[in-house]
């Protein structure tokens, strides 16, 4: 019998097939010189559907944020966000963005300092910067994927607070 598989990515997992790879649901950013952070998912865009993997427009909006900033600040991003990105905008044919500095808050923490997890969440419980929102794991993802709109407003919240 054949099992429909979810995973982050396929490294060391033995799946036969994949029936659709992962797309973007939502960014979140915010300007060095604004208080309001903004957050899109693909439910904002005309024409949306539950099971919808069609990031492409939430791809480009995120791409003329990204040619607009000098320096874009994450936390894993360098390992995980802008080569997710990076992978959804060459899906989509969309060229990379202009050229801007990357600054990792993850590595640049642990240049100076061992914590014992260096997680966004870890480090903001310990240095009391406060918790990241809590939700249910993989199934607010999936609850997403299904249009479910009070999933999709706590996912949007999650996001946005992570910025």
Same mark, same amino acid.
């Given at each position: 019998?054949?099992? =429909?598989?979810?995973?982050? +990515?396929? !490294?060391?997992?033995?799946?036969?097939?994949? +029936?659709?790879?992962?797309? #973007?649901?939502? $960014?979140?950013?915010? !300007?060095?010189?604004?208080?309001?952070?903004? @957050?899109?998912? %693909?439910?904002d $865009? @005309?024409g949306?559907?539950?099971?919808?993997? *069609?990031?492409?427009?939430?791809?480009?909006?995120?791409?003329? #944020?990204l040619?607009?900033?000098?320096?874009? @600040?994450? /936390?894993?991003? *360098?390992? $995980?966000?802008?080569?997710?990105?990076?992978?959804?905008? #060459?899906?989509?044919?969309?060229? /990379?963005?202009?050229? $801007?500095?990357? =600054?990792?808050t993850?590595?640049?923490?642990?240049?100076?300092?061992?914590?014992?997890? /260096?997680? #966004?969440?870890? %480090?903001?419980?310990?240095?009391?910067?406060?918790r990241?929102? &809590? /939700?249910?794991?993989?199934?607010? !993802? &999936?609850?997403?994927?299904?249009?479910? &709109?009070?999933?999709?407003?706590?996912?949007?919240?999650y *996001?946005?607070?992570? @910025?």
């Amino acid at each position: 019998m054949a099992e =429909l598989i979810w995973s982050w +990515e396929l !490294w060391d997992t033995n799946a036969i097939e994949v +029936e659709r790879h992962g797309h #973007l649901l939502c $960014f979140a950013y915010k !300007w060095l010189s604004q208080k309001r952070t903004h @957050v899109r998912g %693909l439910d904002d $865009f @005309v024409g949306y559907k539950k099971h919808s993997g *069609n990031d492409k427009a939430l791809c480009k909006e995120l791409f003329v #944020l990204l040619d607009e900033a000098d320096v874009v @600040v994450c /936390h894993n991003g *360098n390992s $995980f966000d802008l080569k997710k990105i990076n992978y959804r905008f #060459l899906v989509n044919g969309i060229k /990379h963005p202009s050229p $801007f500095v990357r =600054l990792d808050t993850k590595l640049e923490i642990k240049k100076i300092a061992k914590f014992a997890s /260096h997680k #966004l969440d870890d %480090l903001g419980s310990e240095m009391k910067f406060g918790r990241k929102i &809590k /939700h249910d794991g993989w199934a607010l !993802w &999936k609850k997403c994927y299904e249009a479910d &709109k009070k999933s999709w407003k706590k996912m949007k919240d999650y *996001n946005k607070q992570d @910025v």
